[in-house]
Structure formats: C-alpha cells, structure tokens
C-alpha cells in the first residue's frame, strides 16, 4: 500500500499533482539559523548543487525560484545521469514550496517546509512522493518499493538535509 500522510500540514490543496499510489520519504531537520536564511538557501538552485552530492548542475530561468518558475538539473539520481526539468508549482515564502517532475523515469512532487522555532532557529522538513516509471507500473511499483524508497531516505537523512543544515548555518554565522 502506498505512503499518504493525513497531517493537516501536509493538505496543500491546489498543489498536488501525484495522485494515486505513491512512496513518500520525509526528513527534518532544526537549523540554528533564521527562516529566512534557511529559506533562501533551500530555494536557492545553486545550492542544490553543494547540498546534493548526485546534482551536478542547475539551470534556473529566473533569478529567484517563484511559483510558476522551471529549472533543470543534471544529474545522476540512480543508475543514469540525466536532465530533470522541475516546475515549482507553490511558493509561499518562508513556509513552503513545492516543486514538481515528471518524466519517463519516475514522477515526483518535493515539498520544502520551514518553520521558525524562535527568531535563531527553524526546522526544515523535504517531503517527496514519487512514483518510479510512471509508463511501467508494474516495474515501477518493484523498483520504488524494494530499492528507490530506501535510498531516498538514506539521502535525505545522511546528505541532502544534513549539507542544507550545514550551508545555512555557516550563512548565518558569516551575517552575524
């Protein structure tokens, strides 16, 4: 059976784009620093590339990442390397944003979420739900279930958060 929470802060109504049967991993982190650094670097594409060891690079069309904006990565996610195209499809600054793909390989929507604890400290949570070959479902649901889900959150717990942590702190530290 696929993952779904039913947290009320995980209804983002008008968002979701992946229906149906999905994984989902989740991971959160408390940063000493401000939202709003922790914001501005956890939407801020050249930081994908320090914060995630797989990115290589990001492509971005704006300056800044705003509802409606679309950037490409290039990356090595799994097996392959690729060009993952992602469209923002909420921002909500310093709260949430929700990023969205879709390809041949998997299909996917992260959810970036911060929440200032006090005037120093936020948390930040990533939440993905993703579907692994969307145009193979019998093979996708195996992979998903067996290999990606795992993986996924090993990244999230061990790399992806870890490093954003990291990047925003030493941020703060340098404003201070």
Not at 58 to 76: C, Q
Request: contains cysteine; aromatic residues 10%.
């Amino acid at each position: 059976m696929a993952t779904r929470t039913t947290e009320g802060s995980d209804r983002d109504t008008g968002t979701r784009r992946l229906a149906g049967d999905y994984q989902e991993v989740r991971s959160s982190v408390v940063v000493a620093a401000p939202v709003d650094v922790v914001w501005a670097v956890v939407n801020d594409p050249s930081a994908f590339v320090e914060a995630i060891d797989w990115v290589f690079e990001v492509w971005v069309e704006d300056d800044e990442l705003r509802e409606g904006s679309v950037y490409l990565e290039r990356a090595k996610p799994g097996l392959r390397s690729g060009t993952y195209r992602w469209e923002v499809t909420a921002f909500d600054p310093p709260k949430r944003s929700v990023h969205y793909h879709r390809s041949d390989e998997f299909e996917a929507e992260l959810h970036v979420r911060c929440e200032a604890l006090d005037d120093e400290t936020t948390r930040y949570t990533q939440v993905l739900r993703f579907r692994a070959l969307p145009a193979f479902r019998p093979l996708g649901y195996v992979l998903e279930r067996t290999v990606m889900k795992r993986n996924m959150q090993g990244d999230f717990d061990t790399m992806i958060l870890p490093n954003f942590k990291h990047i925003a702190e030493r941020g703060a530290a340098a404003a201070a």
